[in-house]
């Protein structure tokens, strides 16, 4: 399972950092995705994200959900074992739950 912390792959300017290996800039652009498309849905549970899995020779889709209590994204996919939890991503420019403007 992969814990990820969305701040630690952005740089200054809330963009992924340019100077990371490129596996981790990789990492980093499959999060955002999750993090869009997560949040972009108005759904509740798990959520289909039309996303494929980032696994080399793994096709299977990536279903993704916001767990209430935490905030965090919990995603996985639906034919091998890759999963993870997706912390700090409020307010990245990913994100599409409007929590910026229910803030103000």
Same mark, same amino acid.
């Not at 869009?36 to 949040?39: E, I």
């Given at each position: 399972m992969y814990i990820s912390n969305m701040t630690?792959?952005?740089d200054? @300017? &809330?963009n992924i950092a340019r100077e990371m290996h490129k596996d &981790?800039?990789?990492m980093a652009g499959f999060l955002a995705m999750v993090i869009?498309? *997560? @949040?972009k849905s108005k759904e509740e549970g798990f959520v289909d994200l039309d996303i494929r899995c980032n696994?080399?020779?793994c096709t299977g889709p990536i279903l993704a959900e916001i767990i209430p209590? *935490?905030?965090e994204i919990h995603w &996985?996919? @639906?034919e091998c074992e890759n999963d993870g939890?997706?912390?700090d991503w409020k307010n990245t420019k990913w994100d599409n739950s409007g929590a910026s403007s229910l803030s103000d």
């Open positions: 630690h792959f952005l200054e @300017t &809330g &981790g800039r990789n869009d498309a *997560t @949040t696994v080399p020779g209590v *935490t905030e &996985g996919c @639906t939890i997706i912390s």
